[in-house]
């Protein structure tokens, strides 16, 4: 069992950055994978990133390199999503979800997602 806090989210300006952290407790391996997804109103569930407990395979989506980047502190159990030159349409829920690699998503722990409203 995985239990997965996100926190970090908030109101900030276009153009300002953010810090979201996945916090993990329980029993997980060094293989597993945390991932990043976001849903805005309306709109369907979007992947953002992902990462290993170990640190392998950083990956940020296409549409978001450059902007986005994914770490993990392993000592504190945790995976940042940095988010730099914030734009409106970044506004969603974003969760993350722990899980074995080439397993489903909807299959993952998942945290209970944390708020990012940038506006114009």
């Known amino acids: 069992q995985v239990q997965l806090v996100e926190s970090g989210g908030g109101l900030v300006q276009a153009g300002a950055s953010l810090r979201l952290s996945c916090t993990a407790s329980?029993?997980?391996?060094?293989?597993?994978?945390v991932a990043w997804f976001r849903q805005a109103p309306g709109k369907e569930r979007e992947f953002v990133a992902t990462i290993s407990w170990s640190g392998a395979s950083p990956y940020v989506t296409d549409s978001m390199k450059g902007r986005f980047t994914i770490s993990r502190d392993n000592a504190k159990n945790t995976v940042y999503l940095q988010m730099n030159s914030l734009k409106p349409e970044d506004t969603a829920v974003y969760s993350c979800a722990s899980g074995p690699p080439g397993g489903s998503y909807d299959g993952y722990y998942w945290g209970q997602g944390t708020q990012v409203t940038v506006s114009s």
């Open positions: 329980g029993r997980f391996f060094g293989n597993y994978l």
